[in-house]
């Protein structure tokens, strides 16, 4: 029994991470150096930008940027644009896809706050989007991916301006391409959907998925990057519904981190 429930654990940690839909799934537990292995398969490892410390333990929360002792990436909105640049173009996800991300947040600076983004030097239609916070009239909500985006619902981020929420969140935004609406989850939960046209990535040229900050300017966003720890981030190209996200879910992480296989041995 012991041995079954270890292969069953192992089975919930690794779902999602070798099914060929992933394109890319980064866990942030590098710790050290300028790499975030792809645990995906597919190569597409990023690579850590302006960041100007990346040894071991050099980033907290709200404070410095860098790797955090213990798995996770912080950076600041400080204007430096500290990112991870990724290989995976846009055009990888033409028709339906997942987009994914797990992370606390430290109020945005501006009015976008991107958790993913694009390289793209202009905001222009769909090369252009972001999934992260939008912060209008200091009340954050999720932002949906596309020209025109479109904030969903209340984030569960329910702080104000810049106030201070180290709590962890797993957001997700899937994406119908035949009905083209966007339903986004948080921590596993259908939050809200939106209709939106626009978002099909299959024209985006040779724009490339970013990390924690945007390529472009937009009025007093200009700093435009996550302020916070990302402690996950994964991109498929099809519908998943929650039960098969590639990052673990808060929860999920809780129960494990509490022991997670003798909770399952104590229910059966």
């Known amino acids: ?127 252009a989007f972001f999934l992260g916070l939008h912060n209008p009239s200091s009340s954050n909500q999720v932002q949906t991916p596309g020209w025109g985006g479109g904030q969903v619902g209340s984030h569960p981020y329910s702080v104000p301006g810049d106030q201070s929420d180290p709590s962890v969140h797993h957001i997700a935004a899937v994406y119908d391409s035949t009905t083209n609406v966007v339903e986004v989850f948080v921590d596993g939960v259908s939050a809200a959907s939106t209709t939106q046209t626009g978002i099909n990535f299959g024209g985006a040229g040779n724009s490339l998925f970013r990390i924690c900050s945007s390529n472009w300017g937009w009025g007093s966003a200009a700093t435009e990057e996550w302020d916070g720890i990302l402690y996950g981030v994964a991109i498929s190209d099809t519908k998943l519904a929650p039960g098969s996200f590639v990052v673990p879910e808060p929860m999920t992480l809780f129960l494990l981190g509490m022991g997670g296989l003798g909770l399952i041995r104590r229910r059966k």
């Open 1 to 127: 029994m012991k041995k079954l429930l270890i292969i069953v654990l192992a089975i919930m940690l690794t779902t999602g991470v070798t099914q060929a839909a992933t394109l890319l799934h980064y866990d942030f537990s590098d710790g050290s150096g300028t790499t975030a292995t792809d645990l995906s398969g597919q190569g597409n490892h990023g690579t850590l930008g302006n960041f100007g410390d990346t040894s071991a333990g050099a980033g907290q929360f709200g404070v410095s940027e860098g790797w955090v002792t213990g798995g996770g990436l912080s950076t600041l909105a400080d204007g430096a644009r500290n990112y991870v640049s990724t290989p995976l173009l846009l055009t990888a996800v033409p028709n339906d896809w997942t987009i994914e991300y797990l992370a606390s947040a430290d109020g945005p600076a501006g009015d976008y706050t991107p958790a993913i983004a694009t390289n793209q030097t202009a905001w222009d239609g769909a090369k």
